[in-house]
């Protein structure tokens, strides 16, 4: 059943009026009258909807149930994420974080990162890839994405006092993840495609950050987040 999320309040029988998702729904996906949909917000809460009327401006929903799944993971991991080199990246990230249950996304310029422009538009298609990357998984919780022009001097603005940071570099030692079993708040860094400069190495360990590697092999940027996020998230 398709699963939508949604920025307004939901009741028991309701109308959608909003041009872009009645257009998704009549003209992309085409439901039909007696066809039922999922509906979710900000609450944790999804409610099953049967779709009653159909007009080109709208669409009249039932209300059949409401649930509270318990589908968000119970250990909070961010990833602080050095901007990659191409879009397509980003939007890996983005969408495979989303569905192993990452809560927020910080992307920002390294010493290293190739100079690519995100605009307004792309940011908005980014979203809209986390949007439907949670719709598509079963997540109740959207992410919070933001971007960085720059790795600030003081980095502990940008990160709450109680959340453990771990710094991925090839260059450390290698430990286990169960090491880490207990920390149930985290922030991962990921380093972009050449790697951490020394000025930022000592800049987060001038801060506390804790630099690690987990195994031997060399993992891609958009990958490394993603494969060590899960691993710390179902430990």
Known sequence: MQRFFVTFPL???????DA??????TRVLRVQVGENIIMFSWDGSETEYTIIWIDKKSIQLRGQSQKFPNTEPKKKIHIYQAMPNKYEKIEYI???????????FVFFRSDRSQKLLVTPAKIERFENIAREALEQCGGMVMPEIR?????????????????????????????????WNDVQYMSLWVWPEWGWSEQERWKMLDNGFIF???GERVLRTETAGIVIGFGFINW
């Open 94 to 104: 983005l969408q495979k974080g989303v569905e192993i249950g990452i809560t927020k």
């Open 11 to 17: 009741q028991i029988d309701m109308s959608i009026t």
């Open 20 to 25: 872009d998702m009645v257009h998704q729904l």
């Open 147 to 179: 971007w960085l022009e720059k790795l600030p001097d003081n980095i502990w603005e940008t990160i709450d006092q109680d959340c453990s940071s771990i710094v991925l570099d090839t260059l450390w030692e290698t430990v286990r993840l169960s090491e």
């Open 212 to 214: 690690a590697r987990f």
